[in-house]
């Protein structure tokens, strides 16, 4: 993986303000620790941080190619899971290729198909290209959003970035929050409308989606998007189909030159993709499989059973991993760390985020760099599969709003009296848009209908939001994480499978689980859904309680917004938290971690609101 960027101004001379661009490239370099460069073709520049993964010598970037005379230039961060297959099809057309890197394939599938390349693409990546001699820019991300492309387009030109930090230290936008970036922190955060960049006039290209920027003009067309189809397999059908193309997703993903490894929580979804995996390394006389999980210091001693955590997961991590025979680390994260690790944790998202699942993460793969540059990772079956409650609880199905964000009035009572007063109505807009858009057949049953509301919501919400997580976490520390469970082939298919069937035996993710009973342990096979784990140890909520009280002391833009009492309400009463503010897991503690993040974020990108 890399981090990229790039700016297309109509009328100055990049070449005379290397200072900037040099600049620009620093703020990626955590993405892309091992090389870096610079293409500039006096008002257009290209910017590449790279993280070798494959071919060292042969995938350096920005890499240009010609054809007929015509030069193309691309900047790309991510990972190509069908290239040979599109290697071989080039060269059936006359192609020839350098070396073995994705980043050359890709293109050359541009040059070959120009934008319609992204249809046959199947990885995780976000890149651009420069097509030199009629000056015009393509961006591209992947179909299901896994790496992230941000840009803002400002008066006679285009800047844009995997990360909104480069975007704002072109100098081309401020560090500036509206009404509406407001509404997205305080009554959406950490979630974000797709394709709002929180800040004023920064945007994302959504998941797949293309756009072209030519004669300052940008245009933007979405490639891929959830389609309702009939859905003809039998359930047994189904069964094989998910482990196909489960497992091929899992095997592809194997591809690597630096050293790979596996998280594994003991939960249904890492224990597939790490037995799948331990399975091909014996079956091709490969060393053992490498897995890490985390954990937090005196965890045991205070842990209690819920309805989103039901187990530890200690237990089960032993049992998976005897089972795949890996060599396994477990991470222990001290809870002062946790607290501390909450500020890089807004410089590596650029905004306030999942608090201590986004720092947890990001200790985790701090630690996992030490000695692997990949991984892989289970995330997004849950929301593919149907793996939280609000599938299954029928109220809490057909409640008219986000499932993860049941009420508003936790997030109202922290702010002042007419502060936003359009929050709850901003929010319902989002999730009616959502609902609007949702993509259906007229045979569709009631239960079809509302199933497919909650695959969509959670698709294009909740999903992007652990998405970004991962890659924001992981590329901190210069750690590419893939997760299989994002193939779009997979996508496609779980959107349109009958809910009696992924519901297998009336289980969360109940197909999945069928498909793979037999490669796993019965008790990882039939495991209860539990959650990426978070700390229970009371000493996290000390220590976010004294930071909060040290933030209300001060004299902050934060402040003005703040209803002090609310906030203390909340350190002194946690136990009235009667439901979490956002997902399943950010009750009180997370809470003011989630105002820490707030205030730092405010104080070190220098934010003023408008």
């Given at each position: 993986?890399?981090?990229?960027?790039?700016?297309?101004?109509?009328?100055?001379?990049?070449?005379?303000?290397?200072?900037?661009?040099?600049?620009?490239?620093?703020?990626?370099?955590?993405?892309?620790?091992?090389?870096?460069?610079?293409?500039?073709?006096?008002?257009?520049?290209?910017?590449?941080?790279?993280?070798?993964?494959?071919?060292?010598?042969?995938?350096?970037?920005?890499?240009?190619?010609?054809?007929?005379?015509?030069?193309?230039?691309?900047?790309?961060?991510?990972?190509?899971?069908?290239?040979?297959?599109?290697?071989?099809?080039?060269?059936?057309?006359?192609?020839?290729?350098?070396?073995?890197?994705?980043?050359?394939?890709?293109?050359?599938?541009?040059?070959?198909?120009?934008?319609?390349?992204?249809?046959?693409?199947?990885?995780?990546?976000?890149?651009?290209?420069?097509?030199?001699?009629?000056?015009?820019?393509?961006l591209c991300r992947d179909k299901v959003g896994v790496k992230p492309l941000f840009y803002s387009e400002y008066k006679n030109g285009i800047v844009f970035s995997s990360e909104i930090k480069a975007i704002l230290k072109s100098?081309?936008?401020?560090?500036?929050?509206?009404?509406?970036?407001?509404?997205?922190?305080?009554?959406?955060?950490?979630?974000?409308?797709?394709?709002?960049?929180?800040?004023?006039?920064?945007?994302?290209?959504?998941?797949?989606?293309?756009?072209?920027?030519?004669?300052?003009?940008?245009?933007?067309?979405?490639?891929?998007?959830?389609?309702?189809?009939?859905?003809?397999?039998?359930?047994?059908?189904?069964?094989?189909?998910?482990?196909?193309?489960?497992?091929?997703?899992?095997?592809?993903?194997?591809?690597?030159?630096?050293?790979?490894?596996?998280?594994?929580?003991?939960?249904?979804?890492?224990?597939?993709i790490t037995q799948t995996a331990g399975n091909y390394y014996k079956k091709n006389g490969k060393d053992r499989a490498v897995s890490y999980s985390v954990e937090y210091k005196d965890n045991k001693k205070y842990f209690e059973?819920?309805?989103?955590?039901?187990?530890?997961?200690?237990?089960?991590?032993?049992?998976?991993?005897?089972?795949?025979?890996?060599?396994?680390?477990?991470?222990?994260?001290?809870?002062?760390?946790?607290?501390?690790?909450?500020?890089?944790?807004?410089?590596?998202?650029?905004?306030?985020?999942?608090?201590?699942?986004?720092?947890?993460?990001?200790?985790?793969?701090?630690?996992?760099?030490?000695?692997?540059?990949?991984?892989?990772?289970?995330?997004?079956?849950?929301?593919?599969?149907?793996?939280?409650?609000?599938?299954?609880?029928?109220?809490?199905?057909?409640?008219?709003?986000?499932?993860?964000?049941?009420?508003?009035?936790?997030?109202?009572?922290?702010?002042?009296?007419?502060?936003?007063?359009?929050?709850?109505?901003?929010?319902?807009?989002?999730?009616?848009?959502?609902?609007?858009?949702?993509?259906?057949?007229?045979?569709?049953?009631?239960?079809?209908?509302?199933?497919?509301?909650?695959?969509?919501?959670?698709?294009?919400?909740?999903?992007?939001?652990?998405?970004?997580?991962?890659?924001?976490?992981?590329?901190?520390?210069?750690?590419?994480?893939?997760?299989?469970?994002?193939?779009?082939?997979?996508?496609?298919?779980?959107?349109?499978?009958?809910?009696?069937?992924?519901?297998?035996?009336?289980?969360?993710?109940?197909?999945?689980?069928?498909?793979?009973?037999?490669?796993?342990?019965?008790?990882?096979?039939?495991?209860?859904?539990?959650?990426?784990?978070?700390?229970?140890?009371?000493?996290?909520?000390?220590?976010?309680?004294?930071?909060?009280?040290?933030?209300?002391?001060?004299?902050?833009?934060?402040?003005?917004?703040?209803?002090?009492?609310?906030?203390?309400?909340?350190?002194?009463?946690?136990?009235?938290?009667?439901?979490?503010?956002?997902?399943?897991?950010?009750?009180?503690?997370?809470?003011?971690?989630?105002?820490?993040?707030?205030?730092?974020?405010?104080?070190?990108?220098?934010?003023?609101?408008?």
């Amino acid at each position: 993986m890399c981090g990229i960027a790039g700016l297309f101004s109509k009328y100055e001379d990049l070449s005379e303000d290397i200072g900037m661009l040099s600049g620009m490239s620093k703020t990626l370099c955590r993405r892309g620790p091992d090389e870096n460069g610079i293409f500039i073709d006096h008002n257009v520049a290209l910017i590449h941080r790279r993280l070798v993964v494959i071919d060292k010598e042969n995938g350096k970037q920005p890499m240009i190619c010609g054809k007929k005379g015509e030069k193309y230039v691309i900047v790309y961060n991510g990972e190509l899971y069908n290239t040979e297959e599109l290697r071989n099809e080039l060269i059936n057309k006359g192609y020839s290729f350098k070396g073995r890197s994705d980043t050359e394939v890709v293109l050359k599938m541009y040059i070959e198909y120009k934008e319609k390349c992204a249809d046959k693409l199947n990885g995780i990546f976000a890149f651009a290209i420069y097509e030199m001699y009629n000056k015009k820019i393509f961006l591209c991300r992947d179909k299901v959003g896994v790496k992230p492309l941000f840009y803002s387009e400002y008066k006679n030109g285009i800047v844009f970035s995997s990360e909104i930090k480069a975007i704002l230290k072109s100098g081309k936008v401020k560090p500036v929050i509206d009404e509406e970036g407001l509404y997205e922190v305080f009554f959406l955060g950490p979630a974000r409308t797709p394709g709002n960049g929180v800040f004023k006039n920064v945007k994302e290209i959504l998941p797949g989606e293309y756009a072209f920027y030519t004669d300052g003009k940008l245009t933007k067309t979405r490639y891929f998007n959830l389609e309702a189809k009939e859905f003809t397999d039998s359930t047994e059908e189904a069964i094989e189909k998910v482990r196909y193309l489960l497992t091929d997703a899992v095997e592809k993903q194997l591809t690597s030159d630096v050293p790979l490894c596996f998280f594994l929580s003991g939960g249904l979804d890492s224990s597939i993709i790490t037995q799948t995996a331990g399975n091909y390394y014996k079956k091709n006389g490969k060393d053992r499989a490498v897995s890490y999980s985390v954990e937090y210091k005196d965890n045991k001693k205070y842990f209690e059973k819920n309805l989103f955590q039901p187990s530890s997961d200690i237990e089960y991590i032993n049992i998976m991993s005897e089972n795949a025979d890996t060599v396994h680390h477990e991470v222990i994260i001290d809870n002062n760390d946790l607290a501390e690790a909450l500020y890089p944790s807004v410089e590596a998202r650029d905004l306030p985020g999942y608090v201590d699942v986004d720092s947890s993460l990001l200790l985790f793969c701090k630690e996992i760099k030490k000695n692997y540059t990949v991984a892989l990772s289970g995330e997004c079956a849950d929301e593919l599969f149907g793996g939280y409650p609000w599938y299954h609880n029928k109220e809490m199905l057909f409640e008219d709003g986000f499932p993860w964000s049941r009420s508003q009035s936790i997030r109202r009572s922290i702010l002042k009296d007419g502060v936003l007063p359009k929050g709850e109505e901003y929010v319902r807009e989002k999730y009616l848009q959502t609902i609007k858009n949702t993509n259906k057949l007229k045979t569709d049953s009631e239960l079809t209908s509302r199933m497919r509301e909650m695959f969509s919501l959670n698709y294009y919400w909740f999903m992007q939001c652990l998405l970004e997580r991962k890659d924001r976490c992981s590329m901190y520390s210069g750690l590419e994480v893939r997760v299989p469970f994002c193939d779009y082939r997979l996508v496609e298919y779980a959107y349109n499978m009958p809910w009696e069937i992924k519901a297998y035996k009336n289980r969360e993710k109940g197909i999945v689980r069928k498909a793979f009973e037999d490669i796993l342990p019965y008790d990882i096979a039939w495991r209860k859904k539990s959650p990426y784990p978070k700390t229970h140890n009371p000493v996290y909520m000390e220590i976010c309680s004294d930071k909060v009280r040290g933030i209300l002391k001060k004299r902050t833009p934060l402040n003005e917004l703040l209803n002090k009492d609310g906030v203390r309400e909340i350190i002194n009463y946690p136990e009235k938290i009667s439901s979490p503010w956002y997902g399943q897991l950010m009750r009180a503690p997370q809470i003011l971690a989630y105002i820490i993040e707030l205030d730092y974020w405010f104080e070190k990108y220098k934010i003023d609101i408008e």
